[in-house]
């Protein structure tokens, strides 16, 4: 297992409160996030080169290319969303800590993060029925420069907000499961780390 932050070994993995804990009960959940981190890195790499090419063209050889900045526009839209995924999966996005487990106790503060966990659900399910229309609509649209379907383009929305709001229902599952992770205030500074 490769753990990619300060502070989590293959023990703490093991804990509830890890980010890591659904990967390391379910393989196939691990190489599920495992493909959402390798192909948000192939993306970002992607995305780099092609505004290198881009910068080069245009400042160098005085001759910019209009595709790889429309290539690279796609591509970042792909990356914005396949992040998104395995941030989801991981438990790192912006929370706000309203309530500490000092305060109205662990089991109170998992019962509220699953309750927030079904709000997430629910935006993933409009936001996904959103996508679905908006692929529909745009059957007939391509790509001024590169001629790429923007069908093509729009369907990671599809596929990203349904991972998250698989995603969303794992995190509330351990939520309920483990109010024990709960139980010490969360630090400040770990926070989004």
């Not at 996030?33 to 505004?51: G, H, K, N, P």
């Not at 509220?112 to 649209?141: F, N, Q």
Request: aromatic share 10%; net charge neutral.
């Amino acid at each position: 297992m490769t753990l990619d932050y300060e502070g989590d070994t293959p023990q703490t993995a093991l804990d509830p409160a890890s980010p890591y804990y659904p990967e390391t009960k379910s393989r196939a959940y691990g190489m599920l996030v495992r493909a959402e981190v390798i192909v948000s890195c192939v993306l970002m790499a992607v995305v780099f080169v092609l505004i290198l090419i881009q910068v080069f063209s245009r400042y160098v050889m005085g001759a910019p290319l209009p595709w790889s900045e429309e290539l690279s526009r796609f591509l970042f839209i792909w990356l914005v969303f396949a992040s998104a995924t395995f941030v989801m999966a991981r438990r790192r996005h912006i929370v706000v800590v309203l309530f500490g487990a000092k305060r109205i106790g662990a089991r109170a503060v998992s019962i509220v993060e699953a309750l927030a966990g079904v709000v997430v659900v629910a935006g993933c399910g409009v936001m996904a029925w959103g996508s679905i229309a908006l692929v529909g609509v745009s059957t007939r649209l391509n790509g001024p420069v590169t001629g790429l379907p923007m069908t093509l383009v729009y369907s990671i929305c599809i596929v990203s907000w349904v991972l998250m709001a698989a995603h969303a229902i794992v995190n509330i599952v351990l939520a309920l499961r483990h109010p024990a992770q709960f139980e010490e205030d969360v630090d400040l500074s770990r926070v989004g780390a």
